[in-house]
């Protein structure tokens, strides 16, 4: 049972160049988030899906794009990377019966 | 949107002390949870816990959802529990976690 997974754990793009964070969970969960997290600061919501076949924008969508692919899987992708955008990617899934949240390890993106 | 508070920002402890860490809120939540993320960035689930109080080795956690608080409370403090902690709720409203700034936990041997 891995939880949730991300990939890659590293990358360093060009400012102008695209790339996909890829997230995958393996417990049934409906709901998954996209969140990044900044220097000494706390997590902002980029994206969530409350259940397949749907997405919606948090606090911080600008620049980024989301598919939920299927329960398990939920990318988010970068499509015009800027510097702006470094910072660490955390993928999140729901307990559907709870609401507990559960994390992947995190993704650390730097755009030069 | 759920606005949420965490005190003290920072703090350094000695290792063997205890401490508490608040979290407060501005609206009623159906969920809170605290999370440690520890030196290498992991976030690590540490209590569900949208009323009531847990306990789990060393630290415990306690909500009182009628006055918009839960406090963290860490005893015998290691080197190891050193970290960022962090509070996030969601209100009745929504289905996503807003989380607080967090406090930045130091302990020294």
């Known amino acids: 049972n891995a939880g949730v997974t991300q990939t890659p754990k590293f990358q360093v793009l060009k400012t102008g160049q695209s790339m996909t964070l890829q997230c995958a969970q393996d417990m049934n969960h409906n709901s998954m988030y996209w969140y990044r997290q900044d220097p000494g600061m706390g997590l902002r919501l980029i994206y969530y899906?409350?259940?397949?076949?749907?997405?919606d924008k948090g606090e911080v969508p600008n620049g980024y794009n989301v598919s939920r692919l299927n329960k398990r899987e939920f990318s988010l992708r970068l499509e015009s990377a800027a510097p702006s955008q470094t910072s660490v990617y955390f993928c999140?899934?729901?307990?559907?019966?709870?609401?507990?949240?559960?994390f992947g390890e995190g993704s650390r993106l730097t755009v030069l | 949107g759920i606005q949420v508070e965490q005190s003290p920002p920072d703090l350094i402890l000695q290792e063997g002390a205890n401490s508490t860490l608040r979290c407060n809120f501005s609206?009623?939540?159906?969920?809170l949870q605290w999370f440690h993320q520890n030196p290498w960035g992991q976030l690590i689930n540490l209590f569900y816990i949208p009323s009531g109080t847990k306990q789990n080795g060393r630290l415990s956690a306690t909500t009182v959802a009628t006055e918009r608080y839960s406090l963290l409370y860490i005893s015998s403090s290691q080197t190891t529990d050193s970290g960022v902690y962090f509070c996030a709720v969601d209100g009745t409203s929504g289905s996503r976690l807003t989380f607080g700034e967090g406090t930045q936990l130091t302990v020294n041997p």
């Open positions: 999140a899934s729901r307990e559907t019966n709870t609401g507990e949240l559960f």
């Open positions: 609206d009623s939540v159906n969920n």
């Open positions: 899906s409350a259940s397949e076949g749907t997405t």
